[in-house]
């Protein structure tokens, strides 16, 4: 009887932390205190009682060990806890939180995802640990966990650049450059001094640009964009004597968010985000397929031109370790 009176003590204390969580409306507390009452009455336990608490009480509440189990198998909704942690819960996260940074740090990032998996399970309301997990996921090629942890991290913390910068890295090697972007740009608006996140963020610029020029026309991931210097041997005489061409280009730079979107990138600045890269995208895509049918040998020879380019590189990194 012990083990259930232990489980009922857990399901009353839970009920109570709902009672006291502001969420519920009079109509509904009042539903919970009747079933608390005879559930009281049903088991004799009573939970304000010191005897109780001493003999019934278990370190985590029910929504702690819900959570952590729901981790364990990896489909987790939520981790947070209504429940504040114990200090001497703390005491052992922390010391499981340096264990994972020790085990990054000699590439043992498995055992380090349990390390830190552990220390949340024991406080679920620090975001430093959901932030280092997410480094674990990543080490591990589970980039989708780690975009998931950091948007805990900052649900806990919003103010934490460490939760954004790893969340770029994530959407990084997803190749979803356009919110790797957005990542960076918010973790340089908490941490402008971070070169990290300065030079990842111009990683993600780039491919941006990239993306932009290749859906125009199409040449592949081997273009070489960096200061528009492939572009040299261009013939831009037969380009702009074309008055088919001309007008495709007058038209398509008429868009107030593609005139935005190019000004943004000719003078080095952020481009804006939302719509603005999608535009640009799908006038780029009508004027190439104009262009193709109007002069396709001309788009032809800016293929040839443009190919073989050596790609600029993928360097994101993660030049911060794990939160100490």
Do not use: W
Not at 31 to 42: H, R
Not at 288 to 309: D, F, I, K, T, Y
Request: a negative charge.
């Amino acid at each position: 009887m012990a083990d259930v009176s232990k489980l009922v003590f857990s399901i009353l204390k839970f009920l109570e932390d709902q009672k006291r969580s502001g969420q519920l409306d009079d109509e509904a507390a009042e539903s919970l205190e009747v079933a608390v009452q005879c559930l009281e009455q049903v088991y004799k336990l009573n939970t304000s009682e010191e005897q109780f608490v001493r003999k019934y009480s278990i370190p985590q509440n029910l929504l702690d060990i819900f959570n952590s189990h729901q981790h364990e198998t990896e489909s987790d909704i939520s981790s947070l806890s209504l429940h504040e942690a114990l200090a001497e819960q703390k005491e052992e996260a922390e010391r499981l939180k340096s264990k994972g940074n020790d085990f990054m740090k000699s590439e043992k990032y498995s055992d380090a995802l349990e390390s830190y998996s552990q220390a949340i399970r024991l406080d679920a309301k620090n975001a430093v640990y959901f932030c280092n997990r997410a480094a674990a996921y990543s080490k591990l090629n589970k980039h989708q966990l780690a975009i998931e942890d950091c948007n805990r991290a900052l649900a806990i913390d919003p103010g934490y650049s460490k939760a954004y910068g790893r969340m770029g890295i994530a959407y990084t090697a997803l190749e979803d450059h356009e919110s790797a972007f957005e990542c960076y740009r918010k973790a340089i608006e908490l941490d402008p001094d971070n070169q990290s996140y300065q030079n990842n963020l111009e990683i993600a610029e780039q491919k941006l640009k990239e993306a932009a020029l290749q859906a125009g026309f199409n040449v592949g991931p081997a273009a070489n964009l960096g200061g528009l210097g492939g572009l040299g041997n261009l013939d831009f005489a037969s380009l702009f004597n074309d008055p088919n061409i001309v007008n495709m280009a007058t038209t398509m730079m008429s868009n107030p968010q593609v005139q935005q979107m190019m000004t943004s990138f000719m003078s080095g600045s952020n481009p804006p985000t939302g719509g603005g890269i999608a535009n640009l995208l799908q006038a780029s895509q009508q004027m190439a397929s104009q262009m193709q049918q109007a002069n396709p040998e001309l788009v032809q020879h800016l293929r040839e031109q443009m190919r073989g380019q050596n790609p600029s590189s993928d360097n994101s990194s993660d030049s911060n370790p794990p939160h100490q």
